[in-house]
């Protein structure tokens, strides 16, 4: 793992295996994600209590699952960037935080169109969707602090302390949050995870959570691959500019 | 341990004399509260179920108001670049600046609250209760604000992408905090298990913050 990661430290040599690699997971996405949505909306029966809106939970349980995972793919990042100085470390940190962002912002979206006919609003201060909300905050104050510096090496440093900060405080936020609620609003907390899902939910779901996690690589290697590219042009024409700069004076 | 008192004195000193920083978040905190009234209205008993988060909240922003200001004028006259080269280490240098923010701002804020506390019918007897959490909690806004205002130094727009990244962070305190005194107004349950909540961020921010807020500043001046 560890050769492996230092192997691909060389942005050519990750670009090289970044261009091999994405067709075949673009295919496995596609397939995995073609057989998911199948499944769940042909093949799972609905549910006998939430009838056909439970098909909203193979949307919304993979995207709160990636929303997650996604942010611990850039604390780790993070620790690589500030740690062992891994060149690429910020690049997929950098890569990762929008589309983390925008898996929890299905998240959030699906599970409010799932609370209307559940709860009978779209929105509850529940702990978890007020814990979500909280993430697809931090996620927002990242992409807003990579914006704002301009020198890449400084905005990847700035924002792995960030992150690193956030992934310390997001146990005390979810903490916190559920002891706010069962302190104000015992009687709200409905949460889905009464009863167990029967294998005939549970397949679809662990098929849609496949496709995803695939998808979510593919795109992160993709925006990798971008944001090296779009390093290479900054530096060609800071380069250029230089040379107009000697020779034009 | 002097080199940091003196910086801690040096910057309680430069607050004190510079004028206006102090007075306009106190008036920031007032004008926030004033108008919440507007927005509620007058009911009283509606507004002394709301003081308490909205006591905190405005408490908050005011603090705010004044965090990116920790490094920023440092920054711009070289005294920081004179810091970071110093024998003092750079969290404690951190630690010192965000304890004077603490001090110069954060605890005018909590002695001020009181009065707003009366003005959204507060009952009296748990005014000493808010002023103890907000002094217990505070730090923790201090320190934390200390991060992003090392984050965000020198960066355009510095004052509000601040906010964005820090209060989210602010989460625990604003719920320990206002349920401390929340507890002591309407009940149910002891003030005391969120209050005991709440110094332990404190304690743990004091301690975990200037780390990242050093590492942060050593970012901003490779």
Not at chain 1, 201 to 217: C, E, H, K, N, R
Not at chain 2, 74 to 99: F, I, N, Q, R
Not at chain 2, 149 to 158: D, F, H, M, Q, Y
Not at chain 2, 160 to 176: E, Q, S, W
């Amino acid at each position: 793992m560890t050769f492996s990661l230092t192997h691909l430290a060389n942005p050519t040599r990750f670009l090289n295996f970044a261009g091999a690699v994405i067709p075949s997971l673009a295919g496995l996405a596609v397939i995995l994600l073609g057989a998911g949505l199948y499944l769940s909306f042909f093949v799972a029966p609905p549910d006998y209590q939430q009838g056909e809106t439970v098909r909203i939970m193979f949307i919304h349980v993979p995207s709160a699952w990636l929303a997650m995972f996604a942010y611990v793919l850039i604390a780790i990042s993070g620790l690589g960037t500030l740690i062992w100085r891994h060149p690429l470390a910020d690049v997929s940190a950098k890569a990762a935080a929008p589309i983390g962002a925008t898996f929890t912002f299905l998240a959030l979206v699906t599970g409010s169109l799932w609370g209307k006919p559940m709860w009978g609003t779209y929105w509850v201060w529940d702990a978890r969707l007020t814990s979500m909300l909280v993430l697809f905050l931090l996620y927002l104050g990242l992409i807003a602090l990579w914006q704002a510096i301009e020198e890449p090496g400084r905005a990847g440093r700035a924002a792995a302390i960030l992150a690193l900060v956030g992934a310390v405080n997001i146990p005390i936020i979810k903490f916190s949050v559920n002891w706010w609620n069962t302190l104000h609003q015992p009687a709200s907390v409905i949460r889905a995870g009464g009863p167990t899902i029967d294998s005939s939910l549970l397949t679809p779901l662990v098929v849609m959570a496949l496709g995803f996690t695939v998808l979510f690589i593919l795109l992160h290697l993709i925006a990798m691959r971008a944001e090296i590219l779009r390093r290479r042009v900054r530096a060609l024409q800071q380069t250029q500019v230089a040379q107009a700069a000697l020779t034009g004076a | 341990m002097t080199a940091a008192l003196a910086l801690i004195r040096r910057d309680i000193a430069l607050a004190f004399r510079e004028g206006g920083a102090i007075g306009v978040a106190l008036g920031f905190y007032l004008v926030v509260i004033a108008i919440a009234p507007f927005g509620l209205g007058p009911d009283l008993n509606l507004l002394s179920r709301v003081a308490p988060g909205l006591l905190w909240v405005a408490l908050l922003l005011a603090a705010l108001l004044s965090a990116d200001r920790i490094f920023h004028n440092d920054y711009e006259d070289g005294t920081l670049d004179v810091l970071t080269m110093g024998p003092l280490p750079l969290p404690v240098v951190a630690a010192s600046k965000s304890l004077a923010h603490w001090i110069t701002t954060c605890v005018p804020l909590a002695l001020l609250a009181p009065v707003l506390g009366l003005l959204l019918n507060l009952p009296i007897h748990t005014i000493p209760l808010l002023v103890l959490a907000m002094l217990a909690g505070t730090p923790a806004v201090s320190f934390i604000a200390g991060i992003g205002a090392s984050l965000t130094l020198g960066l355009r727009r510095s004052g509000l992408l601040l906010a964005l990244l820090v209060l989210p962070l602010y989460v625990p305190v604003l719920i320990f905090g206002v349920s401390t005194v929340s507890a002591a107004v309407t009940g149910p349950g002891s003030p005391w298990p969120p209050f005991l909540m709440l110094c332990a961020i404190s304690l743990a921010s004091m301690v975990l913050a200037p780390l990242a807020a050093a590492a942060a500043l050593r970012t901003a001046f490779r």
